[in-house]
């Protein structure tokens, strides 16, 4: 089992509606979960962190944390072209980041 | 602030070759990590530093080697490169206390290609 999982799709979802990217972990420790984004042949950016149990919201992204679960999850709300990307799923684990393979999202005008 | 920097943006080895992949933040961030990622993969990490003089271990360190001489400077080393180790290496760093640690900074990348 790896330790960040996410499926790799590629996702398409239609312009303006909201997207949803979801992240499965192993290690039921970890404290600290993180979303990046990663545009074609550009670095990793972040996108938000979540710490907490519930949902966490900035503009149009809102994170989901259930620990219970074992899943984090990220939705794109109002989806924008602009937010055509990879998007990493990343763990906090022993002060490392551990990353998943990335989710292709397109977002068809 | 140029934040973090990475030299060179792209380099073609030849099986066997040598070569130092150059990273440098200022931001004067005590942590500093390399990772690579190849196709449709998310990132590894190969090596971190958590300070001047000190570093460790990754999930995928065989084949490299590091060092930190100053709070800037964070070099990746490349012995006797092999067609496994074409990817494109990421620098990263972050602060060093409380949560805010646990934001990484990343450079642009190098892509390597080993022939």
């Known amino acids: 089992q790896k330790e960040v999982e996410q499926n790799s799709g590629p996702l398409s979802v239609p312009e303006g509606a909201i997207a949803s990217l979801n992240c499965t972990y192993s290690?039921?420790?970890?404290?600290?979960f993180f979303w990046y984004r990663q545009y074609s042949g550009k670095s990793p950016e972040l996108i938000m962190f979540?710490?907490?149990?519930g949902d966490k919201e900035d503009g149009r992204f809102t994170a989901q944390l259930n620990k219970a679960s074992q899943y984090v999850s990220l939705l794109i709300r109002d989806s924008q072209p602009s937010d055509s990307a990879t998007y990493l799923c990343a763990v906090m684990k022993a002060q490392k980041l551990v990353f998943g393979q990335g989710t292709r999202l397109t977002i068809n005008p | 602030n140029a934040g973090v920097t990475q030299t060179p943006k792209f380099r073609i080895l030849k099986i066997g070759q040598s070569m130092t992949l150059q990273c440098t933040q200022d931001m004067n961030h005590n942590y500093m990590y390399w990772y690579r990622q190849d196709p449709g993969m998310g990132l590894k990490l190969i090596y971190y530093s958590v300070g001047a003089g000190i570093t460790d271990k990754g999930e995928v360190p065989n084949g490299y080697n590091v060092s930190r001489s100053t709070t800037e400077d964070f070099p990746l080393r490349l012995e006797l490169a092999a067609p496994s180790q074409t990817s494109v290496y990421f620098c990263?760093?972050?602060?060093?206390?409380?949560?805010?640690?646990?934001?990484?900074?990343f450079g642009p990348g190098t892509r390597l290609l080993v022939l």
């Open positions: 979540i710490y907490s149990n």
């Open positions: 290690d039921r420790g970890s404290q600290s």
């Open positions: 990263a760093s972050s602060f060093t206390s409380g949560r805010a640690k646990e934001t990484q900074y």
